[in-house]
């Protein structure tokens, strides 16, 4: 049975973790992840902060080859990087263990990636790899795939988060506060906001969207 995990990194123990030391503010979040023969390049996005060289805000690091600024909306920088192929991270595991990466959002604390696999024991396999690797991961959460039809209501916390993201000007563009002020007002991290309101809206696309017949590609 298909198996969804949670589970989080120290943010210096990720390559594109160097930005915190001079942007602890912002958030870091993996758009795509294109799997190839020799190497990984995926899309991020850099939100929170308006800087003139965001590029230049990324310290080296072993583990990456090349930063490069593809576009900007507002106070968000999307960007493209190239990894190195021998460095051993989370993404080289993923790819080597072909688990995939569903999301992953990185602040200043840590990371909290969400990854699926076909089967329970291919999460089993990919942790095994990461301590093989000395990869620090802590599981947070696992469970089988839920339907998206089934998802229909919203718990109590994530309708809490969405209204208070929503009154607070949380999607207003550009943003009027950060998760961490979400986050100092309902007493939990950025990352259990990030979840919150990442769940909340799935649900509401999910109850909402499924009746709509899907544009042809």
Same mark, same amino acid.
């Given at each position: 049975?298909?198996?969804? %995990? ?28 294109? $799997?190839?023969? =020799?190497?990984?390049? $995926? ?5 929170? !902060?308006?800087?003139? /060289? ?15 600024? !593809? ?14 192929? /021998?460095?051993?991270? !989370? ?6 263990? #072909? ?9 200043? #604390? ?7 696999? /076909? ?11 990461? +301590?093989?690797? =000395?990869? $620090? ?19 109590? #916390? ?15 563009? $550009? +943003?009027? !506060? ?15 906001? %990030?979840?919150?309101?990442? +769940?909340?809206? #799935? ?15």
């Amino acid at each position: 049975m298909a198996t969804e %995990a949670t589970f989080t990194v120290p943010s210096e123990q990720f390559p594109l973790g160097t930005i915190f030391e001079q942007l602890p503010g912002v958030s870091v979040e993996l758009e795509r992840i294109i $799997p190839a023969r =020799d190497v990984v390049i $995926p899309y991020f996005w850099v939100r929170g !902060v308006a800087v003139d /060289d965001i590029e230049g805000a990324f310290s080296e690091h072993p583990g990456v080859k090349q930063i490069e600024f !593809v576009d900007s909306v507002d106070d968000e920088y999307l960007l493209r990087v190239q990894w190195a192929v /021998d460095y051993d991270d !989370v993404l080289t595991t993923l790819t080597e263990t #072909k688990v995939a990466l569903i999301e992953a959002i990185g602040t200043s #604390k840590q990371w909290t990636f969400e990854i699926r696999g /076909d089967t329970r024991s291919d999460i089993a396999t990919f942790q095994s790899r990461c +301590r093989e690797l =000395d990869i $620090p991961i802590t599981l947070t959460e696992l469970h089988a795939l839920t339907p998206v039809e089934t998802a229909t209501e919203l718990t109590d #916390k994530q309708q809490e988060a969405l209204v208070l993201a929503f009154e607070w000007g949380y999607f207003e563009s $550009p +943003r009027e !506060v950060t998760m961490e002020d979400i986050g100092d007002e309902l007493a939990i991290s950025e990352q259990a906001v %990030a979840s919150r309101l990442r +769940r909340g809206i #799935k649900q509401i696309l999910g109850s909402t969207l499924t009746d709509v017949t899907p544009h042809s590609r």
